[in-house]
């Protein structure tokens, strides 16, 4: 099997490729997308995607390029066969906390990330604006953490995959803590013991920058 190609940076929706990748246990070699040097605004990454952003996966055995952080997850469950969803609700499950995430867990976060330490002027009310909003979207997954054991049911999967980075750069990063949540931060610690988390944290092998991408 040829080695899938994983275009990738340092940031959470990186980390949900690699991750993935470690779970699946493909083979795949790292391409670094240096995103402060500016790598995703160059001809031949927007050749990958047309939206410029990491991560992106090139599969030469069957000749596909996914891009989207979602679709590679689903996508690399299709290919090896393992954490997809097997029946019609637990697909369901698994796409709307997938979702959620790509519309309410990392924007919210991204922008609080932006605005909290990115920029140069400091604008107390938007900062305030976007923690709040970031308090209730963790609570929405502590709430969902009290009914299962893992976002879409009782076994771990693609949602888990799709958020754990994100609630990792909320904590490591942006120092928001988990003790009003309990349930999210059991998720959190049981998650992040997973090897193959471990592994998936530590691609690409470069020192991680602070970038919400």
Do not use: C
Request: proline share 8%.
């Amino acid at each position: 099997m040829t080695p899938i190609q994983l275009h990738t940076d340092q940031t959470p929706n990186g980390h949900k490729a690699s991750i993935m990748l470690e779970e699946t246990g493909l083979p795949y070699e790292v391409r670094v997308v240096d995103i402060a040097r500016g790598d995703q605004r160059t001809p031949a990454f927007r050749a990958l995607t047309p939206n410029g952003k990491i991560p992106v996966v090139v599969d030469p055995d069957r000749g596909r390029t996914v891009w989207e952080s979602g679709a590679i997850l689903f996508y690399l469950a299709e290919r090896a066969g393992v954490l997809r969803p097997a029946r019609e609700e637990e697909r369901t499950a698994a796409l709307q906390w997938m979702l959620f995430q790509a519309a309410h867990v990392g924007p919210t976060l991204g922008q609080y990330w932006n605005f909290a330490v990115f920029a140069e002027e400091k604008w107390p009310a938007v900062i305030a604006r976007f923690e709040r909003e970031a308090q209730r979207v963790l609570g929405v997954l502590d709430g969902q953490l009290a009914r299962s054991d893992h976002l879409a049911g009782a076994e771990y999967g693609l949602a888990d995959v799709m958020t754990w980075p994100w609630i990792n750069a909320a904590v490591g990063k942006l120092g928001f803590a988990l003790d009003p949540h309990p349930h999210l931060a059991r998720w959190f610690a049981a998650v992040g013991r997973r090897p193959a988390v471990q592994r998936g944290l530590l691609v690409p092998a470069q020192p991680a920058r602070a970038a919400a991408v």
